[in-house]
């Protein structure tokens, strides 16, 4: 079956850096563009950033543009994001998700989702 297994979350001081990452099984894994989603408590899952199959177009919501980066290892089955500049608005369970074709910032069009990793930014 496909499983999605985030990790790299923890607890940061506002204006650190974390890298996230993605494990993807259980699918070809070149042939899934991948997202990342996050929702905050009390909140609606959101858009964070995606990446087409073969990684050469990015797509990223306008509130994490310029800090984030979505990149991905085809021969690791595994997708990354890089989050630099933390804001403690960035608190958040962040979730990675795999959708066959297309890249899409519709969370409703994805195939897979992870379990979230947890990301918490202290002011």
């Known amino acids: 079956q496909v499983q999605l297994v985030e990790s790299g979350g923890g607890l940061v001081q506002a204006g650190a850096s974390l890298r996230l990452s993605c494990a993807a099984s259980g699918l070809t894994f070149s042939s899934y563009a991948m997202g990342w989603f996050r929702q905050a408590p009390g909140k609606e899952r959101e858009f964070v950033a995606t990446i087409t199959t073969s990684g050469g177009a990015t797509d990223y919501a306008d509130s994490v543009k310029g800090r984030f980066t979505i990149s991905r290892d085809n021969a690791k089955n595994t997708v990354y994001l890089q989050m630099n500049t933390l804001k403690p608005e960035d608190t958040a369970v962040y979730y990675c998700?795999?959708?066959?074709?297309?890249?899409?910032?519709?969370?409703?069009?994805?195939?897979?989702w992870g379990q979230g990793t947890q990301v918490t930014v202290s002011s």
């Open positions: 998700a795999a959708i066959r074709g297309y890249y899409s910032s519709r969370a409703s069009t994805y195939d897979y």
